[in-house]
């Protein structure tokens, strides 16, 4: 059946960039649009105009879909699922976006009566990864060009609605990835989790200084971009609970981190904090570079040693001194 009707539903910044990608495709369809907050719609459909129509019904918006992309945050997915559960038609493609995979998959098995369910990330465009931005008149056609879409369809989904979901991807300039819901999460445990995790405890451990509020008056990008994570704050606890173990375990590796650092500052070892400081930089360049590129190498290469600070702190990195000495 050809695709007439597709409904985004929540228009954030992602679900107005996906609405800008396909009017600019060659795709002639219908866009629809819901969001409960009716500014974000009226934004999504007259300021940045990235829907056709904007409903104000999420049940109407769910029955005339044929395609159906979901973009609110993990904390709101189940309560989508439930009301849209028996009203999509049964050749209707779901894309969900939100952000565990297990979970998503596990609801959409309990609320989802017919239609399709691919669990879907697009990633962000290198361009756009550190822009800080999430508000809807900042949508943009090109923010997941050049860059990866993750596939995790149900086992119960038809191989043309997958192959659908693989072609919406393809229109948001994305190349598609397929992979287990719980390996996805798993490895997002340390690049979702973990920063909210850190945004938590840093904005309070400042916000107890003396000073806080002059502080306030100074911080930077640094401090905003840190502690981001906290706009989706309701997506924290059930991030970290998720998979209480892999989140401990994350917790802990990182306090050992943060202590070996404290070591060094403590003894004033600036030369290995420096040496620390450019390599730490340099794999972040090497990753953005990877990311803009979109080329990754997926040969199975010789494990490679990881040291931890501490690991370097003892014995990992010579000293200059010590070079000459030997």
Known sequence: MKTQTITIIGLNRVGASVGLAIKQSPLDVTLIGYDPDDAKGQAALKTVQAIDKFETNLVNAARKADIVAITVSSADIESILRVIGAEVQSHTLVIDFSNLKRRGLDLANQYLQQGHY????????????????????????????NSTFCLMPSPHADPQ?????????ILLGTLPYFLDPDEYDSL???????????????????????????????????????????????????HALQ?????????????????????????????ILTALTEQMASERSKWLNAREENSWDERQ??????????EHLFGGLVRRGDKKDA
């Open 243 to 271: 998979n209480k173990q892999a989140t401990l375990r994350w917790l802990d590796a990182l306090m050992e981190e943060l202590m070996a650092v404290r070591r060094l500052v403590d003894e004033e070892e600036e030369e």
């Open 161 to 169: 609605a997958v192959e659908t979901a693989v072609k919406f991807g």
């Open 301 to 310: 290469s010789p494990p490679v040693e990881r040291r931890s600070i501490a």
């Open 118 to 145: 691919v669990g879907a990330v697009p990633v962000l465009a290198e361009a756009h990864l550190a822009d800080g931005r999430s508000q809807t008149h900042n949508a943009t056609p090109d923010l997941f060009k």
């Open 188 to 238: 997002v445990q340390g690049t979702e989790t973990l920063p909210a995790l850190v945004s938590l405890a840093m904005l309070n451990t400042v916000q107890q200084a003396a000073g806080w509020r002059d502080m306030l008056r100074f911080a930077g990008q640094p401090f905003a971009l840190s502690t981001l994570s906290l706009e989706n704050s309701r997506n924290i606890p059930l």
